[in-house]
């Protein structure tokens, strides 16, 4: 079992970035495949981002693709989410999650949730 906290949400201007951390404990981080997805208000959770256990593989959503990025350093047990160039349909709670598969896009597929981060970014 691992569980997992986020920080580094915030208010920030378009354009602007910001850098998520998702700190993880209780288990070996390595064994699990890590994803970030966020819910805007009134919407549904959607997918973000995901890189693979070691770190060689990431998957992005169209939406954030060439902007974010998904690094993950197992020493220190953390993933982050460096979002650039953000724009107003970025504000959301971004949330990171742990999977026991390979790497996935789906949300059911991850068994382990943080409690999110707030992003707003204005205009």
């Known amino acids: 079992q691992v569980h997992l906290v986020e920080s580094g949400g915030g208010l920030v201007q378009a354009g602007g970035a910001l850098r998520l951390s998702c700190a993880a404990s209780?288990?070996?981080?390595?064994?699990?495949?890590m994803g970030w997805f966020r819910q805007a208000s009134g919407k549904e959770r959607e997918f973000v981002a995901a890189?693979?256990?070691?770190?060689?593989?990431?998957s992005y959503a169209d939406s954030v693709k060439g902007r974010f990025t998904i690094p993950r350093d197992n020493a220190k047990n953390t993933v982050y989410l460096q979002m650039n160039s953000l724009q107003p349909e970025d504000t959301a709670v971004y949330c990171c999650?742990?999977?026991?598969?390979?790497?996935?896009?789906?949300?059911?597929?991850?068994?382990?949730w943080g409690q999110g981060t707030q992003v707003i970014v204005s205009s």
């Open positions: 999650a742990a999977t026991i598969t390979p790497m996935s896009l789906i949300r059911y597929e991850y068994g382990y």
């Open positions: 209780g288990d070996y981080f390595s064994k699990y495949a």
């Open positions: 890189i693979s256990r070691s770190g060689g593989s990431t």
